[in-house]
């Protein structure tokens, strides 16, 4: 099956405050090893299990937009911004399984760190009848040989889910578990905020269109 006809659509939630080359490369690499249609980037409104986000869901879906305009194969997803109060993952796929219908088979990115919460999400066992599961590595989180780290709720809901090649996810619609081989890159969004507060460099942790738009708008400087 070539890109052009994959039915797989990959959807990458997380706060994106701010989206940062970590985000970018895993994006990346995902859609390269399944062969995702496209990869939809849901920046989270409020989410219910990490701190309220520093800058408004409006900068950050806009940062999310400079980052990924030249990347045909990314797409902004915004329902998460203008749906009101705490933002459930749940909700979205939900929302995505009804406008695309069951001829398309979603595949939710997340970091090993968050899939070891994951027993912690609202409605967490119906993520796996409306979507495929794609861990990617996130530095210091190894989850790809060892399953007995994981919390024993999910370890025994997921015992059955592992596919240990992008080709076994096509084995099913939904439900399946895979860890993606990608880059690790140690970039993360609360250091960057750091150093924008310190008045540091970030210049090459991020897209240059995404650090413009941080400076106009004098995100994380204490300006705001």
Request: charged share 25%.
């Amino acid at each position: 099956m070539s890109k052009s006809e994959s039915s797989f659509i990959g959807i990458f939630g997380g706060t994106f405050d701010p989206i940062h080359y970590g985000h970018l490369r895993i994006a990346e690499e995902v859609v390269e090893t399944i062969g995702l249609r496209e990869m939809r980037f849901t920046p989270a409104g409020m989410p219910r299990l990490r701190y309220a986000p520093i800058a408004s869901p409006q900068h950050r879906a806009a940062m999310v937009q400079a980052a990924i305009r030249n990347n045909p194969r990314f797409v902004l997803d915004e329902r998460e911004t203008h749906r009101p109060g705490t933002s459930y993952s749940v909700e979205s796929l939900r929302e995505l399984r009804q406008e695309m219908g069951e001829n398309i088979t979603l595949c939710f990115v997340m970091g090993a760190d968050a899939f070891m919460k994951l027993a912690e999400w609202h409605s967490w066992r119906e993520l796996f009848r409306l979507c495929h599961i794609i861990i990617a590595a996130r530095p210091g989180h190894v989850l790809a040989t060892d399953h007995d780290v994981l919390p024993q709720e999910l370890k025994e809901e997921c015992t059955q889910r592992w596919v240990s090649s992008a080709s076994g996810l096509e084995c099913a619609s939904s439900g399946l578990i895979y860890v993606a081989p990608t880059t690790p890159l140690d970039i993360s969004a609360t250091a960057i905020r750091t150093r924008i507060s310190a008045k540091s460099s970030v210049r090459y942790l991020l897209p240059d269109a995404v650090l413009d738009y941080i400076e106009m708008n004098h995100l994380y400087s204490g300006k705001e």
